[in-house]
Structures are given as structure tokens and as C-alpha cells.
């Protein structure tokens, strides 16, 4: 059977990892990297027995998932957030996929998201597909500063259990990540040269995109303050390109 290393990145995530660890403490490692936290991030995660590593904390998230990635040892690699969780069923399904993996050098499976207490099901919320699993070497991320992903030599399968994603767990969590998000959005605009007219169009178009062309709607009030939610993300990110563009990332 081949051997599986989950690798994880952290910054202040000490809420969420008991929920997560404990859904990745089946595999033959897991691969651990403290990105600069204050809290007791680091010390909840020594006390699962994870390999562990510290970093600085960088807004470019791909530089440490990376480091992560590189440092594990197993035969295939899972990239796990701190905020998400492996529940049985995609662990049972990943177990049959490696024992016989075909010509197949990376997986990607489908993502379920959780907020204001219910699964949303609709607004580009779900399936919401993430590329997570690969075979060692055969895999990097791209040098993205926003949704990071990976660059795949060979073919990828699709596996059909979710992985379950908790965003936000207190209103300072929330906007915590939303000033984190907004100022990789405002990045990306500089890093792909964006035009001053798409910029200012943006917050519109991503609201009408996720609420009604992706039938964010259906999903009720609270599909509404999602929607919302990532309208004034990205209206925070235009407001401060457009006030004082950043540089570019190297």
C-alpha cells in the first residue's frame, strides 16, 4: 500500500485544529508548518505528534504550502487546511484510490462549505473543486498570490466525497480573513495589470455572478450575506488599489 503525508500550513488557527488534526491522524505522517502564530497554534499541534516546522507567516500562501509539501516523505501528498476537515467517507474513498491509483498522478475532489451554520449548496459555494492529492514529485503550486493551486504533470482523477471546509468561526475570524483577502486581491490587480474599468466593475460582477447566475438565491438568507459578505472583500480590495496600487509580487 502506498504511504500517504498530509501537510498543512497554520496562523493562528488554534480553534480549528483539534477537528482537523484529529481528521488527518490516519495517515503515515502528518507535515506541519507554523506560520509565525501567537496563540497556541504551535503547541496544540506538537500535541498531536505532527512533524512540525516553523516559518515566517507570508501572504504569498503557496510559499509555505510548498515548503510543506517538500518536506513529506509518504508516496502521495494531501495538502489539508487548518479550517477544513477529512470525514470518513473521503478517507475511505482516498484509501481505495491509493491502492490502485492507475495512470492517474493527482486527485482533486469536491468541497463543502460551512457558514452562518449551514452547508450552502449553491453561489460557486459548492462543488467548489479542490485539487489537493498528488504523488510526490509530481506536483508544485504555482506562484499565484491569490487561490493558490497546483500545476499537475499527469493526468488527475476526481474523487466523489467532499472535504469539508469551516471558514470563519467568530465575527473577528471573519473579518480577520477578509482583510487578508482583500489585500491578496488588491495584489493580484497589480500583478495581472488590471484595468482601472474592471477593477471598479468587479465587486458588482462577482455579487451578480455568485448570487444569481450561480444560484446563490437558493440557498436562502443566508446564501444573501455570503454573497454580500464577498462583495465587500472584493469592494475593500478595489477601494485600495484604485486609492494606492501595491507592488508587484516578485
Not at 497554520?10 to 503515515?28: C, I, K, V
Not at 502528518?30 to 507567516?57: E, I, L, Q
Not at 449553491?122 to 479542490?130: A, E, I, L, M, V
Not at 466525497?161 to 495584489?187: Q, S
Request: aromatic letters at 12%; charged letters at 25%; one cysteine or more.
Amino acid at each position: 500500500m502506498p504511504t500517504l503525508s498530509i501537510a498543512m500550513i497554520a496562523h493562528n488557527e488554534e480553534r480549528n485544529l483539534a477537528r482537523s488534526l484529529s481528521s488527518a491522524a490516519w495517515a503515515d505522517e502528518v507535515v506541519f508548518v507554523d506560520c509565525s502564530s501567537t496563540d497556541g497554534t504551535a503547541a496544540a499541534a506538537r500535541g498531536h505528534g505532527v512533524k512540525f516546522f516553523s516559518r515566517p507567516n507570508s501572504q504569498a500562501v503557496y510559499v509555505n504550502k510548498q515548503f510543506a509539501a517538500d518536506q513529506a516523505s509518504g508516496d502521495w501528498i494531501l495538502i489539508l487546511d487548518a479550517d477544513e476537515e477529512i470525514p470518513k467517507g473521503l478517507r475511505e474513498e482516498i484509501e481505495l484510490f491509493l491502492a490502485a491509483p492507475g495512470s492517474a498522478a493527482a486527485a482533486e475532489m469536491p468541497r463543502r462549505n460551512f457558514y452562518f451554520g449551514r452547508w450552502l449548496r449553491h453561489g460557486g459555494k459548492y462543488p467548489d473543486t479542490q485539487l489537493r492529492l498528488f504523488a510526490r514529485g509530481k506536483a508544485r503550486f504555482l506562484p499565484l498570490p491569490v487561490h493558490e493551486r497546483l500545476q499537475v504533470d499527469g493526468p488527475v482523477a476526481r474523487l466523489n466525497e467532499p472535504l469539508l471546509h469551516y471558514p470563519y468561526t467568530t465575527p473577528r475570524d471573519m473579518e480577520t480573513k477578509r482583510e487578508f483577502y482583500a489585500e491578496i486581491l488588491t495584489r493580484s490587480y497589480a500583478l495581472k495589470g488590471r484595468s482601472r474599468l474592471f477593477i471598479i466593475l468587479r465587486p458588482f460582477s462577482r455579487f451578480v455572478s455568485s448570487y444569481f447566475l450561480k444560484l446563490g438565491f437558493l440557498d436562502g438568507l443566508v446564501g444573501l450575506r455570503v454573497a454580500l459578505m464577498d462583495f465587500r472583500t472584493v469592494l475593500a480590495s478595489a477601494l485600495r488599489y484604485m486609492s494606492a496600487p501595491p507592488e508587484k509580487l516578485p
